[in-house]
């Protein structure tokens, strides 16, 4: 299993997005720049897939860029670190132009290949993310320009750099990458390049509920083009640019939703899960060796899958439920940042800062723990930005969280809707369903407070705690 990722910088991506296709990834591309502040966007580059096979819109790309220049003031008015819109427009690219494996190859190179090539290589400590919204074939094409200059070992630092969110398969280049690239760290539900299997992917928990009905218990209302017309298309000239969904609402947008700064910090290990949706460390039938997936074993209980209460108060269990949990903390954020581009600060919202233990950072904090002891933690430093807005304060374990670690450690929180809580460490294993199931070592249970504002919409900040659990000797 990969490494976790323990950078705490703004995370680099650069897309590959069959934009033009639908309005999808026009929709994902307004959401995205509305986070160029917290993400380091490296290129934009327009692509093919089995949707799109000889096209590409770098065209509709400088449009997007250009009203998001048009906003960058009045963004600079709520955050800092908004790129210049020269900047941005610079970083707009056109990768393949035709579609799939066919497309690639010598003498076959793109500016979008080159630009991944670039990103990889510069001198930087932080990952490269490659957001897959539609087909791999110019990721593909850096790989092969890679592999035929460069030493084994050099190609090796070079895959080593690179992180992959891939939205299902879209041509026949995804899959041949993982079989020719075992080492690169890839997360993907293998799949057909056409619709075929979609349906049960992880990332249609974004708001694909009535399209592809495997959504009960999500929250539809948040999704819907009436709510988006009220909260986003209404406001300004970002607003406008934001199109009516054909199918579903920004089937891309996970890609990088765990990329985003709220103290989640899911891009650090993809079983820790976030707004992007959680996966496991499994290899998948057809394929060649593990990748970050959909899946587990149903027998012990660890799986990809989240059980999440839903607005009609029952429990259910699905992928999509490990992306559409966070429903309302990702569409109110959206909202606020849409409000961002019109409104001067004093009438627009900002997230909390959630303090624990003194610790103001939005970092990972990892703490030794032992069975039968408490662990206080403590929010009290915690605040909003904006004057007179009352904190609420929410403590829970993330059951599923960290599976990939094998034991998954149980606790009791007392407190848990107060600003300082107390964690009792009950087990280092979830008991067994079965009396037979043993639990053998050390655990590990991650605690997320969740803070929310009670500004217009609200929002809600977080921070992990993950829990290092030994038995009591």
């Not at 860029?65 to 427009?89: C, F, I, K, M, S």
């Not at 233990?357 to 009290?380: H, K, P, W």
Request: include cysteine.
């Amino acid at each position: 299993m990969p490494a976790t990722d323990s950078f705490v910088a703004k995370p680099r991506v650069v897309v590959l997005s069959d934009i033009g296709n639908e309005p999808d990834d026009q929709m994902s591309l307004i959401r995205l720049l509305l986070y160029s502040n917290d993400i380091d966007v490296e290129a934009l580059a327009a692509t093919t897939s089995i949707w799109q096979k000889n096209a590409t819109h770098a065209e509709t790309m400088h449009t997007l860029v250009a009203g998001y220049g048009a906003a960058r003031a009045n963004l600079l008015l709520h955050a800092e670190g908004w790129p210049t819109e020269a900047d941005l427009q610079a970083r707009v690219l056109t990768g393949q132009t035709g579609y799939g494996l066919a497309a690639t190859g010598a003498g076959k190179d793109s500016d979008g290949a080159r630009a991944i090539v670039r990103a990889a290589d510069r001198d930087d400590p932080r990952p490269l993310w490659i957001a897959l919204w539609g087909g791999a074939n110019t990721l593909a094409q850096a790989l092969i320009e890679v592999r035929a200059s460069r030493t084994s070992a050099e190609l090796d630092r070079f895959v080593a750099k690179i992180r992959v969110y891939s939205i299902s398969d879209q041509d026949d280049a995804g899959p041949w990458i993982r079989r020719e690239f075992p080492k690169l760290m890839y997360i993907a539900q293998p799949s057909l390049p056409n619709r075929q299997g979609y349906a049960g992917a992880t990332w249609t928990g974004i708001s694909a509920d009535a399209y592809y009905r495997n959504g009960d218990g999500a929250d539809t209302a948040l999704v819907t083009n009436d709510w988006l017309q009220t909260n986003i298309r209404n406001k300004g000239g970002m607003g406008r640019l934001y199109p009516r969904y054909m199918f579903i609402m920004e089937g891309d947008t996970p890609s990088f939703l765990n990329l985003i700064g709220n103290g989640l910090n899911s891009y650090q290990r993809p079983d820790w899960g976030g707004w992007g949706g959680r996966y496991l460390w499994l290899q998948p039938y057809g394929e060649t060796h593990a990748l970050w997936t959909q899946g587990g074993d149903s027998f012990t209980r660890i799986t990809s899958q989240d059980t999440v209460r839903g607005t009609d108060n029952r429990m259910h269990t699905s992928d999509q439920a490990t992306i559409w949990r966070w429903r309302e903390a990702y569409q109110h954020d959206f909202a606020a940042r849409m409000d961002w581009t019109v409104k001067d600060r004093t009438h627009a919202n900002h997230a909390p800062l959630a303090v624990v233990n003194g610790d103001t950072t939005r970092r990972t904090l990892e703490l030794d723990a032992v069975t039968g002891r408490n662990l206080v933690l403590d929010a009290s430093g915690s605040h909003d930005p904006d004057s007179g807005q009352h904190l609420t304060y929410r403590w829970f374990q993330y059951g599923e969280a960290g599976a990939a670690d094998g034991n998954v450690a149980t606790t009791t929180i007392t407190n848990a809707d107060a600003m300082r809580t107390t964690v009792h460490v009950d087990a280092a294993c979830t008991p067994a369903w079965l009396p037979l199931l043993p639990c053998n070592g050390t655990g590990t249970a991650h605690v997320i407070l969740a803070i929310t504002d009670d500004g217009s919409p609200s929002l809600t900040s977080y921070r992990r705690i993950v829990l290092h659990v030994r038995e009591v000797q």
